[in-house]
Each structure stands twice: as structure tokens, then as C-alpha cells.
């Protein structure tokens, strides 16, 4: 037997509706913002990762799946979606039809990490990215579609985490200081942390070991090197969310896991998913569509775990799979069967969720896979109820059952209310 690779999986038939919930919910809350959906490859030249992500990160350093393709060309499965939708936007000239361009996506991710719980190998995100303005507005807008989106879920165990890393200059400076800082204790640092502190000293606020966080907390704040001008932009980010009412708390430490990051950088956590408590993370990027061989544009996003949002619903119960059939049809005898076949083609292009048996079973087999498939009308028809051209109808809800001419079967199936 040929089975899935280790770090993926197959969305089965059960399972599937969740996702494609998720997906309606999504393409409805991002129209009511105004965001447009973009899908790109599923693989692109690896020069657009280590330029945009960064080199030294640990999405381009280990856990790319990249190959020489017909010995000319280094590709990579895609690991992150906001490069792919930067250089779709340069190579398009998207930046002209709009001051503002404001894209959505949800697509699969490949990285190669150890699978863990919520995180796989083969992955899905979705996300946003809003190209074109440097102001505020643009930054609050983003974090509030990835709150109220997440609290329309029926997510209530949320926590926002704020910060500004600020732009090049302050984070030079503060990239000095926090080295200086952690000079005397380089040897107590984890063989990662150690690497960051030549390449990327502030990916190292980023760490998950406890005495590495513990060393940190008398580090220097990012905040007291922030320009004016960051300082005011920061302010006003702050100032248009709790006019939105949407609660946050302002974390020092967050710097995100990606090199292009300016300025805000935020995150949003469940409780509900334990220790891995992150359900998506983004913040501002400046630079990025420059780097990329783009004309200088201001931008910011965010992306979110699709796997790690649905396990969040599970743990608070708001994940029901709807009724997957409107009308069952059981038909006895040959003729009652073909007729039926006829009867409930007829009720699909009328919009009826409608099934029928196809392995030709007993009447008892019939009714008990109406029960199992959540019908709410079973229509039971036999070669002598077919002579006198009448069905008999029942409601599985309260298990009335009569006896109706045929003819007058699509007027009761409207007055019900299907």
C-alpha cells in the first residue's frame, strides 16, 4: 500500500464541509472590506524567497523544498504567500488601476518542519495584504479584518499582541543595543540563538526557551528607540483601535519570524490551542515590493493558519456539519425505481438536496440510510402507488407521513420550506 507522506494528509469526506464553511465565510466577510482574492503558483523562483523572506531565516535556510529544475532553474514550493502576491502585484502592474490595492487568498504552504499539531509539512493559509499606503488607517483596517474575522467565527478566547519595530534607523540602533546586552551571555544561549545574534540579533526575541526568555526580560525595549515618526504612526495605530473598540495588549518582544516586517508587527492567540497559541500573525512591510524590484509602496498584512483555526473551534464546540440531504427517495420495484431516478433529477435542478439508492437494497436498508444521511423528507414510492400516480411523503422531524398525488408534490415541497 502506497500511503500519504510523512507531514501530510488527506481532508476526507467528514471533514471537508468544515473547510469549505470556512472558505464561504471567508469570500462573504472579505467582500463586505472590499478585498479582492488573488491566487498565485504553487511554486516560484527560489531568488523570490531569499530576497524577500531573508536569507538567514529559518522558512529559506531550512525548510524550503526547492530542486534544480531541468538543471537551469533553482524552484521553490511556495513556504509564505506574501512574496508570491508582491511580485504578482509588480509583475502586473496592479499599483495603477488603485491608489490602495487590497488582495485576499487561502492556499496550501510546503515546509519542511517537523509536524506537530496544527502544523504540517503541507499546510493551508489564508490571509491579507493591502499595497499602497503608508498611513495608519491601513494598518488598523488589516488587524481589525483579522479580529472581527476570527471573532465572527464565534472565537471569543482571543488575545491581540501589538508591538512597532519601527523602521531601518531605530532598529539598527536598537539591533546595537540588544547585542551589547547580550554579549556577556552569548554562551548561555541555544546554538539557534547564538547563530541570530550574528546574522539577526532580533529574531532572538522570538525564542521559546525558558531561560532565554527569562534572560530577556531586562533587555532593552524596541519602544525607546522608536523615531517621532514611528513613535506618531504606532499612536495613531493604537488610537484607531480603540476607537474600533478592539482590545489589545502592547508585547515588546514581538518582532515576527520574517525579515521584511516594519514598523507594527501584531499576532493573535487562542487559548484554545495550548501552548501553540498562535491563530495568525502579520504587520507592516515597507520595503518589501522594492526589494522585489518593485517602486517604492507601502504595505501590510497578515496571514492566518487554516489548520490551527479549525482545531481552535473544536475545542469550543463551533464546528456543526449542516444537513447533507434535503429529500431521501426509497423506491420498491422496478418501475418506482426508474421513475424515482427521474423524480429526483428533477428536484436537484430545482435546488433540492436530493439522494436516492444506487445498490438497489431493501426497503429497510433504504430508510436507515435516509436516517443516516440527516434527511428531513423521505419520499417513499412503489410500482402500485406509481399506477395511481401518487407518493407517500413523510417528515423525519415529527414523523408525519400522508399519501399525495404525484402531481402535487412540488407545491408540498415548497409550503415546507426546504
Known amino acids: 500500500m502506497i500511503r500519504s507522506l510523512k507531514g501530510t494528509y488527506d481532508i476526507l469526506p467528514d471533514e471537508s464541509w468544515r473547510w469549505q464553511a470556512l472558505e464561504a465565510q471567508l469570500h462573504d466577510f472579505m467582500s463586505i472590506y472590499g478585498y479582492k482574492e488573488i491566487r498565485t503558483p504553487a511554486f516560484e523562483k527560489t531568488e523570490l524567497f531569499s530576497r524577500g523572506v531573508g536569507e538567514e531565516t529559518d522558512i529559506v535556510s531550512k525548510e524550503m523544498y526547492t530542486w534544480l529544475d531541468g538543471g537551469k532553474t533553482n524552484l521553490t514550493l511556495k513556504p509564505e504567500l506574501t512574496a508570491p502576491v508582491v511580485r504578482a502585484y509588480i509583475q502586473h502592474n496592479l499599483g495603477a488601476l488603485s491608489p490602495v490595492t487590497k488582495l485576499y487568498y487561502m492556499d496550501a504552504l510546503f515546509r519542511r518542519e517537523r509536524p506537530q499539531k496544527g502544523r504540517q509539512r503541507q499546510f493551508h493559509q489564508f490571509g491579507v495584504e493591502a499595497l499602497g499606503t503608508p498611513f495608519p488607517e491601513a494598518d488598523a483596517e488589516v488587524i481589525a479584518i483579522a479580529y472581527e474575522f476570527m471573532v465572527s467565527l464565534g472565537i471569543t478566547n482571543l488575545k491581540l499582541k501589538l508591538n512597532s519595530i519601527g523602521s531601518g534607523q531605530c ?55 522608536l523615531t517621532e515618526e514611528d513613535e506618531t504612526h504606532f499612536s495613531e495605530v493604537r488610537e484607531l483601535l480603540d476607537g474600533m473598540k478592539i482590545p489589545y495588549v502592547l508585547d515588546k518582544r514581538m518582532v515576527r519570524g520574517l525579515d521584511y516586517y516594519t ?42 493558519g487554516v489548520e490551527r483555526l479549525l482545531i481552535a473551534l473544536d475545542e469550543i464546540g463551533k464546528t456543526e456539519e449542516p444537513s447533507k440531504t434535503d429529500i431521501y427517495f426509497v423506491g420498491l420495484g422496478d418501475q418506482a425505481r426508474k421513475a424515482g431516478i427521474k423524480l429526483v433529477h428533477d428536484l436537484r435542478k430545482q435546488g433540492y438536496k436530493s439522494n436516492y439508492d444506487l445498490v438497489r437494497r431493501s426497503m429497510k436498508a433504504q430508510m436507515r440510510e435516509a436516517n443516516k444521511s440527516g434527511a428531513r423528507i423521505l419520499l417513499i414510492l412503489g410500482d402500485q402507488e406509481l399506477e395511481n400516480n401518487q407518493i407517500q411523503i413523510k417528515d423525519l422531524e415529527n414523523s408525519q407521513q400522508m399519501t399525495i398525488n404525484l402531481d402535487e408534490l412540488k407545491n408540498h415541497l415548497y409550503k415546507l420550506e426546504l
Not at 515597507?286 to 496571514?303: H, I, N, R, Y
Open 171 to 225: 532598529r539598527d540602533s536598537y539591533k546595537d543595543a540588544l547585542k551589547e546586552y547580550l554579549s556577556p551571555h552569548v554562551q548561555e544561549l541555544s546554538e539557534t540563538s547564538r547563530l541570530r545574534f550574528e546574522t539577526n540579533p532580533l529574531r532572538i526575541l522570538d525564542t521559546k526557551i525558558e531561560h532565554e526568555i527569562v534572560l530577556l526580560v531586562k533587555a532593552p525595549d524596541i519602544l525607546d528607540f
Open 263 to 304: 514598523r507594527t508587527t501584531f499576532e493573535i492567540t487562542s487559548s484554545a490551542l495550548g501552548s501553540q497559541d498562535a491563530l495568525c500573525g502579520g504587520g507592516r512591510y515597507d520595503k518589501l515590493v522594492e526589494t522585489l524590484g518593485g517602486k517604492s509602496t507601502p504595505a501590510v498584512g497578515f496571514a492566518a
